[in-house]
């Protein structure tokens, strides 16, 4: 699902090799990622009950500034919490367009739909859930507002769920380093029987940590993350899942 995302974003661009500016641009261009983490961790929340993951995609971006891609990874939450059987993946596929204006700005509006392969069990809610969203940014700063058009992953009467992400990534001059940091704003939405979603499972999260490009199109990172998560709300197996965790992973592009 998406800090793994952010964090996936800045890697890969830092791993792009630099390009003359009287290159072309070419009007299709396909490009792949696959990465080890020892967490999988999804707005500040473990997807994987602090165990490692193993995430790739695809990406597909168009000269006009059209993208599509699809990416997965191993999770275990909703088998955890005993709401699907045999649910041990989770696939993103998302398209949009993304542009710049100005110099140094730029806009990215697009959508998402976060797939859950198996059976969940009688009277349990989709955890399925589509977003749309968009974002601006500045050189290395951005703000991406996302936006839950079904139930926010499961929550019961909860479309209308926001995500608020602030990020920055800056690159370190030419040591190949860029340090990274990220605070987030979750609010769920809906009232299910008198008791609000979001004071049980609303919160704030945010992390810090750094990335470094390796020769060959690899690359290394390592981040710290905590939130502000009601503790019971996020507490599965004696685990919690919303608590301070370190993140490492290996990457490579293709």
């Known amino acids: 699902m998406q800090l793994n995302k952010t964090v996936l974003a800045a890697s890969l661009a830092l791993a792009m ?6 290159a072309e641009t070419p009007t299709h261009a396909f490009t792949g990622n696959v990465g080890v983490f020892s967490n999988y961790l999804f707005r500040g929340v473990s997807q994987t009950s602090k165990e490692p993951a193993l995430q790739g995609g695809f990406d597909y971006a168009h000269a006009s500034g059209f993208y599509a891609g699809v990416w997965g990874s191993n999770i275990s939450w909703l088998s955890d919490l005993a709401l699907y059987t045999g649910s041990s993946l989770e696939l993103d596929v998302y398209g949009g367009y993304k542009g710049s204006f100005g110099g140094d700005f730029g806009y990215d509006v697009g959508a998402i739909y976060y797939y859950y392969p198996g059976k969940k069990l009688p009277g349990v809610i989709s955890a399925n859930t589509a977003e749309i969203y968009g974002a601006l940014s500045w050189k290395w700063l951005s703000a991406k507002l996302s936006y839950a058009t079904t139930d926010y992953f499961g929550y019961a009467k909860s479309d209308g769920s926001t995500y608020v992400d602030l990020s920055a990534t800056y690159p370190i001059g030419e040591t190949g380093v860029s340090v990274l940091g990220h605070v987030g704003f979750l609010k769920v939405e809906g009232n299910p029987g008198g008791v609000s979603n979001d004071k049980l499972f609303g919160y704030n999260d945010w992390k810090v940590g750094a990335t470094y490009a390796l020769p060959k ?17 996020y507490t599965v197996n004696s685990k919690n899942w919303a608590g301070g965790q370190v993140v490492a992973y290996l990457q490579k592009t293709f």
């Open 17 to 22: 090799p630099a390009v003359s500016m009287a």
């Open 217 to 233: 199109d690899f690359t290394i990172g390592a981040y710290y993350s905590d939130t502000d998560a009601v503790k019971a709300s």
